[in-house]
């Protein structure tokens, strides 16, 4: 597979539930060392929409579109794939880091033999050579003393460590894509930024394609390339990280800039709402017009 070429191509995705449609044509392409913010309120489908990508969403979920996964064994159809050929490609192709880590750790077995689990699973090694893997897997995560850390159990970490178990956990099989749904909600702000960092300097590492699924407009601008930002299951607006700050085109996304809060002056902010229905306070009515705010709110 060539480093330049695409790795994950998504075409018209759509997701529904008992009808109701909740992801609408979503489409990008990830490349290798590419990492693509996908930004939106909760609820905008971002979550459904990286579940789909795993073939993790529940039974009655309707998945119609194309979702292409380019892996050592070349281009091959995810959406054609039955639970068992799915589940191959899964951990080894593509692999996701949650929101929650004590969710996404077993409680009752050691960390280092959940990660150990994976890869013999994956890779067929054996049990001495997965330990050892696993073992420099936690170094390169900047776990403290990988060897002890092996063989404790997730309540004896804490928030920082577990989320560095669970990225270990996702790097385990060497995937091609790393698909990161809020991974860092749950921790403080300190323990988030090194994280952040880590992820972004494991991707790069590893020149893996990152889809990075946030609601933090301040992350996404930390480590993303490109942003796709969603409203209602649709994609509303995809550009360039740089470009989306400086030159944004939709009004939701206007209104997403327009309502997160500054660090040098403190108030009281609008929400997205608010912005859409032109009630914001002076200083930022100047980011849309009230023509073009009408324009597309006929559209939504």
Known sequence: MSDTGTILSVKGLHVAFDGQPVVKDVSFDLRPGLCIGLVGASGSGKSVTSLALMGLLP???????????????????????????????????????????????????????????????HLGIGRREARKQVVELFHEVRLPDPE????????????????????????????KVLICDEPTTALDVLVQRDILALLKELQQKHRMGMLFITHDLGVVREVADRVLVMHQGEVVEEAPVERLFTDPQHPYTKGLLACRPGRSHPRQLPTVADFLRGELPPGTQELVSDDTRRQHLEKL
Not at 67 to 87: N, Q, S, Y
Not at 95 to 118: N, S
Not at 154 to 165: A, D, F, I
């Open 148 to 175: 002890a850390l092996y063989d404790r159990y997730p309540h004896q970490l804490s928030g920082g460590q577990k989320q560095r178990v669970v990225i270990a956990l996702a790097l385990s099989c060497g995937p």
């Open 59 to 121: 039974g009655n979920a309707i998945v119609k579109g194309s979702i292409r996964l380019t892996g050592d064994d070349g281009p091959v159809e995810l959406t054609d794939l039955d639970p068992e050929r799915l589940r191959r490609h899964r951990g080894r192709d593509l692999a996701m880091v949650f929101q929650e880590p004590m969710t996404a750790l077993d409680p009752v077995y050691r960390v280092g033999d959940q990660v150990a689990e994976a890869m013999r699973e």
